[in-house]
T-cell receptor, first 118, second 115 residues
Framework: AQKITQTQPGMFVQEKEAVTLDCTYD???????LFWYKQPSSGEMIFLIY??????QNATEGRYSLNFQKARKSANLVISASQLGDSAMYFC???????????????FGQGTILTVHP | ETGVTQSPTHLIKTRGQQVTLRCSSQ?????VSWYQQALGQGPQFIFQ???????GRGNFPPRFSGLQFPNYSSELNVNALELDDSALYLC??????????????FGPGTRLLVL
């Protein structure tokens, strides 16, 4: 089974509007972390936001917020006030466990291409 | 800017050759991870190094090997290159302090083409 599922291959949004990128995950480990990264065409993965499995509140970082629904195993990224520079590939990723060999291993989804129209 | 650099940016090799990719981590980061990203796919975890020792490996054969040095640099070596090794190779560094919340910071990647 896929550990990270991003069901939207592509999304379009008008500039200044909000957009939600979907991510569902699958793990039996009670301790895990969820990450969102942005990858422009240049290739570099840019960290956006992190949510820990024990965090009580949804994470927010500027225009980015994470809609964390633990029971549904979803961690959707919400981008408010979209900008043209937000056009890129977006990846959801998960790290299972809290120590040892889990530190480095991120499992990524297939990604969603976001296009922001003027 | 993440403070993580990789070299070279692009590389062309032929099948059967060997290649070494290099990464310079953020100063003070004790963990480096390497990922392979095929075109149109998400990155796949190759392995990680923690304090200069391999500490976790994904589903990659032994011809993928690595080194981590005390000066925050690291290498990914791939022997006997195959056509399917053509991909973007990303390294990511982090400072592991035991909370499990550590963020990985990625470099710009090396694009490898195997002919």
């Amino acid at each position: 089974a896929q550990k990270i599922t991003q069901t939207q291959p592509g999304m379009f949004v008008q500039e200044k509007e909000a957009v939600t990128l979907d991510c569902t995950y699958d793990t039996s480990d009670p301790s895990y972390g969820l990450f969102w990264y942005k990858q422009p065409s240049s290739g570099e993965m840019i960290f956006l936001i992190y949510q820990g499995s024990y965090d009580q509140q949804n994470a927010t970082e500027g225009r980015y917020s994470l809609n964390f629904q633990k029971a549904r195993k979803s961690a959707n990224l919400v981008i408010s006030a979209s900008q043209l520079g937000d056009s890129a590939m977006y990846f959801c990723a998960m790290r299972e466990g809290s120590g040892g060999t889990s530190y480095g291993k991120l499992t990524f989804g297939q990604g969603t291409i976001l296009t922001v129209h003027p | 800017e993440t403070g993580v650099t990789q070299s070279p940016t692009h590389l062309i090799k032929t099948r059967g050759q060997q290649v070494t990719l290099r990464c310079s981590s953020q100063s003070g980061h004790n963990t480096v991870s390497w990922y392979q990203q095929a075109l149109g796919q998400g990155p796949q975890f190759i392995f990680q190094y923690y304090r200069e020792e391999e500490n976790g490996r994904g589903n990659f054969p032994p011809r993928f090997s690595g080194l981590q040095f005390p000066n925050y640099s690291s290498e990914l070596n791939v022997n006997a290159l195959e056509l399917d090794d053509s991909a973007l190779y990303l390294c990511a560094s982090s400072l592991v302090v035991g909370t499990g919340m550590e963020t990985q910071y990625f470099g710009p990647g090396t694009r490898l083409l195997v002919l």
